[in-house]
């Protein structure tokens, strides 16, 4: 999981390429066949993209979610910290196997946000607009700004 300023995009991993070798290098010695044992590495995460924008009265967070549906992502959040999961499923009839450039993200992914600690946590909200998931985060009072004014001296 990757919180706002930490971490790195995950991407797909290439294919492997096979090098080809010369045949001196290939008679120079026989080589020992090593076997490898298989690691079992556990399914990585792909990071969710955000703009976190605000106003005086609200903070938003805003993220791409293109080709997910709704009921596949969760907005949760657990003290200070803002959670999005979700999960962008292959599209049916296409087959990845050929491909020649492969940057999309499919799988599941997440994000978590440190919230400052003037929010109203009751009142945050969660929509989609135009592939876009939009979470409106509004202040408290004590987190909004306030223009003091400057009295005459007497």
Known sequence: MNKVG????????????????????LNARPHKRVQKSKRVEPPQEGQLAVDILQTDDVMQVVCPIAGVEKGDINVSIQDDVLTIRGERKAINGVNHKGALVKELY????SRSIVLPDHIDRKNISARVHEHMLIVSIPKTEDFRTRIIHINDSE
């Open 6 to 25: 930490i971490g790195q995009l995950k991407h797909a991993k290439t294919s492997s390429v096979k090098v080809k070798q010369k045949k001196s290098d």
């Open 106 to 109: 499919w799988g599941t992914f």
